[in-house]
């Protein structure tokens, strides 16, 4: 993959390269994991102006994961990343200002981040500028305005995101005041799109409006965890586990058999080990050709694994014609899906990769 290369570039000042070297050494990719040399790849990536390694250093500081929690250090580094671009920062940061956590309270800052983030098509940004218009946070109140960010954020939202402003209207989570009838419009949304627990939790709220029993969030909680799509994932995580478990002991005909069952029910984490096995010829037949196909699969499921290397096979022409675009494409998704190593891939064809991918995660949506 990026072998000596990657070193070199980062001892040489590639900000990629120090990015995607400290993301190496943070979660072991072809490396042995090293927190202290993460940070400083971190940190020396930050120093030279890239924008996604002073977001990973905000939320290490935030989470406690490479260093201590410290929310003077994390809200630095979150301002950081929020003044050089990064939507996800700039949401961050405004919520941070609108709940006073790790800051002083600042409503009328924390909607110039959250505009800022919706109009780079941030959809929980575009629903939080739509929420202060209609109730007069940070700027003054206007209804009209606020309709015009709903629907904005309905057209770019998945059920995910509607469960989640449907379940902050029912309950009144982050400084959301509790709207029965808004929770309903949201869940309806999520329901329309086929989302089990919106579904649920639409039939729950109409019967609440209706005068029945309303729900705690407790028994919300444990309903929703008891949906077939919930177990599932339940015996799909658990395949999983059982898998990595076996292939440690080195039994590898039932980590085969695990990773198919986890894989089966759509884990693309699974498939890519399967990929991985075929290609190896671990308990199979060796076969680039199946794992080729199964790696592709894992691509379009979402593992940023098998994003990263089919972007890897198309660059070299390795088991499948060299195909620069392609590479490219993969290449932007593994980054876009937090595989920072494939930003410095991007940096090798292009000069601003952090902003491609914004612009390809826009238009992908």
């Not at 977001?55 to 410290?70: H, Q, S, V, Y």
């Not at 981040?113 to 209609?134: D, K, L, R, T």
């Not at 790696?295 to 660059?315: C, H, N, P, R, W």
């Not at 494939?342 to 949506?365: K, T």
Request: aromatic share 12%.
């Amino acid at each position: 993959m990026a072998g000596k290369t990657i070193f070199h570039d980062a001892e040489t000042g590639n900000p990629y390269a120090r990015l995607g070297l400290a993301y190496m050494y943070h979660h072991g990719k072809d490396i042995d994991p090293d927190p202290e040399l993460a940070m400083k790849w971190y940190i020396r990536s930050s120093e030279m102006g890239c924008s996604r390694a002073k977001w990973e250093l905000a939320k290490i500081f935030r989470d406690g994961t490479l260093a201590r929690k410290n929310s003077k250090t994390f809200i630095l580094y979150l301002k950081a990343a929020a003044d050089s671009g990064v939507p996800e920062a700039k949401v961050e940061m405004g919520f941070a200002l609108l709940m006073g956590t790790h800051i002083e309270k600042d409503d009328s800052s924390a909607f110039k981040w959250m505009y800022s983030a919706a109009c780079q098509e941030n959809a929980i940004a575009q629903f939080m500028v739509g929420y202060m218009c209609g109730n007069g946070i940070g700027v003054p109140q206007n209804l009209q305005e606020q309709e015009q960010w709903y629907v904005k954020a309905s057209l770019r939202g998945d059920g995910e995101l509607f469960y989640w402003i449907g379940r902050n209207f029912e309950y009144g989570m982050f400084n959301i005041k509790v709207n029965l009838f808004e929770a309903s419009r949201w869940y309806r949304k999520g329901a329309d799109k086929g989302h089990e627990k919106c579904i649920i939790c639409w039939q729950s709220v109409l019967s609440a409006i209706e005068g029945k029993k309303h729900d705690s969030l407790e028994e919300r909680e444990n309903i929703l965890m008891n949906t077939g799509v919930e177990k599932e994932k339940l015996v799909r995580d658990q395949a999983l586990v059982a898998a990595d478990r076996f292939f440690e002991e080195g039994d590898e005909e039932n980590a085969f058999k695990y990773y198919e069952l986890a894989a089966g029910l759509g884990n693309p984490d699974a498939m890519f080990v399967l990929a991985m096995m075929h290609h190896a010829g671990v308990f199979v037949k060796r076969s680039d050709k199946t794992a080729i196909e199964i790696m592709t699969g894992a691509s379009v499921a979402g593992s940023k694994d098998a994003q990263f290397v089919m972007g890897t096979l198309y660059e070299d022409g390795k088991g499948v014609k060299r195909n620069l675009d392609k590479a490219l494409k993969y290449y932007t998704m593994a980054a876009a899906s937090g595989y920072l190593a494939a930003y410095y891939r991007l940096s090798l064809y292009m000069e601003h990769p952090e902003i491609h991918v914004r612009n390809s995660a826009v238009i992908v949506g």
